[in-house]
Protein backbone atom coordinates (compact mmCIF):
# COMPACT_ATOMS: atom_id res chain seq x y z
CA UNK A 1 0.00 0.00 0.00
CA UNK A 2 1.22 3.52 -0.56
CA UNK A 3 0.00 4.99 2.41
CA UNK A 4 -1.84 8.28 3.25
CA UNK A 5 -1.80 9.80 -0.16
CA UNK A 6 -2.38 13.98 0.11
CA UNK A 7 -2.23 16.23 -2.68
CA UNK A 8 -1.10 19.11 -3.26
CA UNK A 9 2.05 19.00 -1.22
CA UNK A 10 1.92 22.67 -1.39
CA UNK A 11 -0.91 25.06 -1.85
CA UNK A 12 -0.07 29.26 -2.17
CA UNK A 13 -3.23 30.61 -2.79
CA UNK A 14 -4.56 34.58 -2.50
CA UNK A 15 -7.00 36.02 0.60
CA UNK A 16 -10.64 35.03 -0.56
CA UNK A 17 -9.72 32.23 -2.65
CA UNK A 18 -11.45 28.83 -2.18
CA UNK A 19 -8.87 26.11 -1.75
CA UNK A 20 -9.22 22.33 -1.70
CA UNK A 21 -7.34 19.74 0.26
CA UNK A 22 -7.58 15.64 -0.61
CA UNK A 23 -7.00 12.83 0.94
CA UNK A 24 -6.90 9.13 -0.21
CA UNK A 25 -6.95 6.94 2.81
CA UNK A 26 -5.28 3.22 3.21
CA UNK A 27 -8.00 0.92 2.00
CA UNK A 28 -9.97 -0.88 4.40
CA UNK A 29 -8.74 1.72 7.16
CA UNK A 30 -12.37 2.92 8.43
CA UNK A 31 -11.56 5.53 9.84
CA UNK A 32 -10.00 8.98 8.42
CA UNK A 33 -8.78 12.17 10.10
CA UNK A 34 -8.50 16.02 9.25
CA UNK A 35 -5.41 17.43 11.21
CA UNK A 36 -4.20 21.13 11.06
CA UNK A 37 -0.27 21.91 12.53
CA UNK A 38 0.67 25.17 13.22
CA UNK A 39 4.13 26.25 15.77
CA UNK A 40 1.38 27.86 17.83
CA UNK A 41 -1.46 25.43 18.31
CA UNK A 42 0.26 22.13 17.68
CA UNK A 43 -1.67 19.41 16.28
CA UNK A 44 -5.23 20.35 16.13
CA UNK A 45 -8.24 18.00 15.11
CA UNK A 46 -10.42 19.41 12.65
CA UNK A 47 -12.91 16.12 11.46
CA UNK A 48 -13.42 12.79 11.93
CA UNK A 49 -15.29 10.44 9.40
CA UNK A 50 -16.32 7.01 10.18
CA UNK A 51 -17.42 4.45 7.74
CA UNK A 52 -17.43 7.64 5.72
CA UNK A 53 -20.01 9.44 7.86
CA UNK A 54 -18.67 12.52 9.42
CA UNK A 55 -18.49 11.75 13.33
CA UNK A 56 -17.12 15.15 14.97
CA UNK A 57 -16.31 18.44 13.37
CA UNK A 58 -16.17 21.02 16.54
CA UNK A 59 -12.80 21.07 15.77
CA UNK A 60 -13.46 22.92 12.45
CA UNK A 61 -12.37 26.55 13.10
CA UNK A 62 -15.66 28.08 11.39
CA UNK A 63 -18.49 27.92 8.29
CA UNK A 64 -15.41 28.37 5.87
CA UNK A 65 -14.35 24.98 6.39
CA UNK A 66 -16.32 21.93 5.44
CA UNK A 67 -14.86 18.52 5.19
CA UNK A 68 -16.69 15.79 2.66
CA UNK A 69 -15.88 12.12 2.47
CA UNK A 70 -17.73 10.41 -0.72
CA UNK A 71 -16.41 7.02 -0.62
CA UNK A 72 -14.14 4.66 1.30
CA UNK A 73 -11.08 6.11 -0.80
CA UNK A 74 -11.90 9.59 -0.89
CA UNK A 75 -12.03 12.77 1.30
CA UNK A 76 -11.54 17.10 0.62
CA UNK A 77 -11.09 19.61 2.90
CA UNK A 78 -12.22 22.85 1.71
CA UNK A 79 -11.52 26.49 2.74
CA UNK A 80 -13.65 29.38 1.26
CA UNK A 81 -12.72 31.97 1.64
CA UNK A 82 -9.46 31.51 2.53
CA UNK A 83 -7.07 33.80 5.03
CA UNK A 84 -4.00 34.28 6.15
CA UNK A 85 -4.67 32.83 9.59
CA UNK A 86 -5.67 29.38 7.60
CA UNK A 87 -1.67 29.37 6.82
CA UNK A 88 -0.81 26.19 8.34
CA UNK A 89 0.11 21.90 7.19
CA UNK A 90 -3.03 20.17 7.13
CA UNK A 91 -2.64 16.18 7.54
CA UNK A 92 -4.72 13.82 7.00
CA UNK A 93 -4.68 10.70 8.81
CA UNK A 94 -6.81 6.91 8.41
CA UNK A 95 -6.55 4.07 10.94
CA UNK A 96 -8.51 0.79 10.86
CA UNK A 97 -11.35 0.04 13.26
CA UNK A 98 -11.29 1.25 16.86
CA UNK A 99 -9.17 3.37 16.02
CA UNK A 100 -7.77 4.49 19.26
CA UNK A 101 -6.26 1.28 19.54
CA UNK A 102 -4.24 1.25 16.85
CA UNK A 103 -1.74 3.41 15.46
CA UNK A 104 -3.00 6.66 12.55
CA UNK A 105 -0.96 6.29 9.80
CA UNK A 106 -0.52 9.92 8.24
CA UNK A 107 -0.60 11.34 5.07
CA UNK A 108 2.83 13.84 4.11
CA UNK A 109 0.56 16.74 4.56
CA UNK A 110 -0.03 19.92 2.67
CA UNK A 111 1.51 23.05 3.49
CA UNK A 112 -1.09 26.09 2.80
CA UNK A 113 0.52 29.33 2.39
CA UNK A 114 -2.52 32.00 2.48
CA UNK A 115 -0.82 35.41 1.26
CA UNK B 1 -7.06 21.65 26.85
CA UNK B 2 -6.65 18.26 26.81
CA UNK B 3 -3.07 18.01 25.13
CA UNK B 4 -0.51 16.12 26.70
CA UNK B 5 2.56 18.06 26.96
CA UNK B 6 6.03 16.58 26.13
CA UNK B 7 9.16 18.14 28.35
CA UNK B 8 12.03 19.33 27.60
CA UNK B 9 10.93 21.35 24.46
CA UNK B 10 13.88 20.58 22.30
CA UNK B 11 17.29 18.36 23.72
CA UNK B 12 20.61 18.75 22.02
CA UNK B 13 22.83 15.06 22.31
CA UNK B 14 25.43 13.61 20.87
CA UNK B 15 25.14 10.59 18.88
CA UNK B 16 25.58 7.18 21.18
CA UNK B 17 23.69 9.04 23.91
CA UNK B 18 20.55 8.15 24.90
CA UNK B 19 17.45 10.67 24.89
CA UNK B 20 14.65 10.53 27.39
CA UNK B 21 11.54 12.62 26.49
CA UNK B 22 8.48 13.34 28.77
CA UNK B 23 5.06 13.54 28.45
CA UNK B 24 2.20 14.27 31.13
CA UNK B 25 -1.47 14.09 30.46
CA UNK B 26 -4.35 15.44 32.37
CA UNK B 27 -7.10 12.77 32.39
CA UNK B 28 -7.69 9.31 32.50
CA UNK B 29 -6.58 7.32 28.88
CA UNK B 30 -7.36 3.60 27.48
CA UNK B 31 -3.71 4.49 26.01
CA UNK B 32 -0.94 6.74 25.32
CA UNK B 33 1.33 6.60 21.87
CA UNK B 34 3.99 8.29 20.90
CA UNK B 35 5.21 9.41 17.03
CA UNK B 36 7.90 10.78 15.14
CA UNK B 37 7.92 13.54 12.95
CA UNK B 38 11.29 14.47 10.49
CA UNK B 39 11.07 18.04 9.25
CA UNK B 40 8.79 18.54 6.53
CA UNK B 41 6.77 15.04 7.02
CA UNK B 42 3.79 13.02 8.24
CA UNK B 43 3.78 11.93 11.17
CA UNK B 44 4.93 7.90 11.64
CA UNK B 45 3.57 6.20 14.99
CA UNK B 46 6.67 4.61 16.87
CA UNK B 47 4.69 2.56 19.97
CA UNK B 48 1.53 2.38 22.01
CA UNK B 49 1.45 1.33 25.86
CA UNK B 50 -1.90 0.73 27.42
CA UNK B 51 -3.23 1.94 30.46
CA UNK B 52 -2.90 -1.02 32.08
CA UNK B 53 1.15 -1.87 30.90
CA UNK B 54 3.97 -0.37 33.04
CA UNK B 55 6.73 -0.07 30.65
CA UNK B 56 6.83 -1.15 26.63
CA UNK B 57 9.60 -1.83 24.20
CA UNK B 58 10.50 -1.58 20.47
CA UNK B 59 13.81 -1.80 19.08
CA UNK B 60 15.77 0.66 20.83
CA UNK B 61 12.73 2.77 22.00
CA UNK B 62 11.64 1.89 25.67
CA UNK B 63 8.20 3.82 27.29
CA UNK B 64 6.80 3.95 30.85
CA UNK B 65 3.55 4.97 31.90
CA UNK B 66 3.07 5.93 35.00
CA UNK B 67 -1.15 6.40 35.33
CA UNK B 68 -0.68 7.36 38.67
CA UNK B 69 1.38 10.65 37.98
CA UNK B 70 -0.37 10.75 34.43
CA UNK B 71 2.84 10.32 32.84
CA UNK B 72 4.87 8.30 30.46
CA UNK B 73 8.65 8.61 28.96
CA UNK B 74 9.92 7.56 26.01
CA UNK B 75 13.74 6.79 25.90
CA UNK B 76 15.98 6.28 22.85
CA UNK B 77 19.28 4.41 23.38
CA UNK B 78 22.27 4.94 21.76
CA UNK B 79 20.97 7.80 19.77
CA UNK B 80 22.07 8.28 15.79
CA UNK B 81 21.63 11.66 13.91
CA UNK B 82 18.85 9.91 12.06
CA UNK B 83 16.91 10.28 15.01
CA UNK B 84 16.77 13.79 14.51
CA UNK B 85 12.79 14.68 14.26
CA UNK B 86 10.21 16.17 16.65
CA UNK B 87 8.75 13.39 19.10
CA UNK B 88 4.93 13.86 19.90
CA UNK B 89 2.93 11.87 23.10
CA UNK B 90 -0.90 11.03 21.74
CA UNK B 91 -3.75 10.55 24.23
CA UNK B 92 -7.07 9.14 23.73
CA UNK B 93 -9.43 10.03 26.74
CA UNK B 94 -11.61 7.69 28.17
CA UNK B 95 -14.93 7.98 26.43
CA UNK B 96 -12.97 9.99 23.41
CA UNK B 97 -12.37 7.98 19.97
CA UNK B 98 -9.21 9.96 19.16
CA UNK B 99 -6.18 11.11 19.97
CA UNK B 100 -4.94 14.39 21.05
CA UNK B 101 -1.64 15.21 20.41
CA UNK B 102 1.12 17.52 22.91
CA UNK B 103 3.04 20.10 20.87
CA UNK B 104 6.48 17.52 20.95
CA UNK B 105 10.03 17.56 21.53
CA UNK B 106 11.85 18.64 18.94
CA UNK B 107 15.42 16.17 19.36
CA UNK B 108 18.84 17.07 17.35
CA UNK B 109 21.23 14.36 17.75
CA UNK B 110 24.50 15.45 16.34
CA UNK B 111 27.17 13.43 14.96
Known amino acids: DAGVIQSPRHEVTEMGQEVTLRCKPI?????LFWYRQTMMRGLELLIYFNNNVPIDDSGMPEDRFSAKMPNASFSTLKIQPSEPRDSAVYFC?????????????FGSGTRLTVV | SQQGEEDPQALSIQEGENATMNCSYK?????LQWYRQNSGRGLVHLIL?????REKHSGRLRVTLDTSKKSSSLLITASRAADTASYFC???????????FGKGTMLLVSP
Open chain 1, 27 to 31: SGHDY
Open chain 2, 90 to 100: ATDYSGYSTLT
Open chain 2, 27 to 31: TSINN
Open chain 2, 49 to 53: IRSNE
Open chain 1, 93 to 105: ASSPQYAVNYGYT
